[in-house]
């Protein structure tokens, strides 16, 4: 069984520039959610993902935006990066069934500093 | 909104010690996980419990549901167990399970 990954590992960019986080779920599972994690902070929700639509999203502005495929796997994009975007992102992967909640599995994030 | 807090924020324990982590919740809740994360970001799932009690080798953890708490311990603590303790509820909010977390648990692990 495959774990969550997620590309790159650390980036680097400048305000204004535009950036794209990769994120393979877990096999077998079928949602994918996104986090930004501040330091010294929990994470904080972003969106999520469940075949291929948004299915919720946190209180984030829309030059967040992602993107599901047929895989499962998915895009985080954020567009006009501002300082405040520094963050550690993470992507969690579950398996949507039923009513009930659902195990989310983390990859290992993405580190984003923005200069 | 639902809140979570978790208790104490920072803890120093020298190695061999027990400890007992809180984390109350302002509302029901689907469900709730415990987490660590390492010095590196990377988080880990330790436990999914929405209810009962739970036990994996040094440790375990049990949900109250009804009295909105859950604790986490963790017996004959060793220095591969610092980092961070994060507790996350799922929120009864249809078919969105998304996870809010607390500020988490800062644990070091003295040798």
């Known amino acids: 069984e495959t774990g969550v990954t997620q590309s790159p590992t650390h980036l680097i960019k400048t305000r204004g520039q535009q950036v794209t986080l990769r994120c393979s779920s877990q096999?077998?599972?079928?949602?994918v959610s996104w986090y930004q994690q501040a330091l010294g902070q929990g994470p904080q929700f972003i969106f999520q993902y469940y075949r291929e639509e948004e299915n919720g999203r946190g209180n984030f502005p829309p030059r967040f935006s992602g993107l599901q495929f047929p895989n499962y796997s998915s895009e985080l994009n954020v567009n006009a990066l501002e300082l405040d975007d520094s963050a550690l992102y993470l992507c969690?992967?579950?398996?949507?069934?039923?009513?009930?909640?659902?195990?989310?599995?983390f990859g290992p994030g993405t580190r984003l500093t923005v200069l | 909104g639902i809140q979570v807090e978790q208790s104490p924020p920072d803890l120093i324990l020298q190695e061999g010690a027990n400890s007992t982590l809180r984390c109350n919740f302002s509302?029901?809740?689907?469900?709730l996980q415990w987490f660590h994360q390492n010095p590196w970001g990377q988080l880990i799932n330790l436990f999914y419990?929405?209810?009962?009690?739970k036990q994996n080798g040094r440790l375990s953890a049990t949900t109250v549901a009804t009295e909105r708490y859950s604790l986490l311990y963790i017996s004959s603590s060793q220095t591969t167990d610092s980092g961070v303790y994060f507790c996350a509820v799922d929120t009864d909010a249809g078919n969105n399970r998304k996870l809010i977390w607390g500020l988490g648990t800062s644990l070091a692990v003295n040798p």
């Open positions: 969690a992967s579950s398996l949507r069934s039923g009513g009930m909640g659902n195990e989310q599995f």
């Open positions: 096999s077998g599972h079928n949602t």
């Open positions: 509302d029901s809740v689907n469900n």
């Open positions: 419990i929405p209810s009962g009690t």
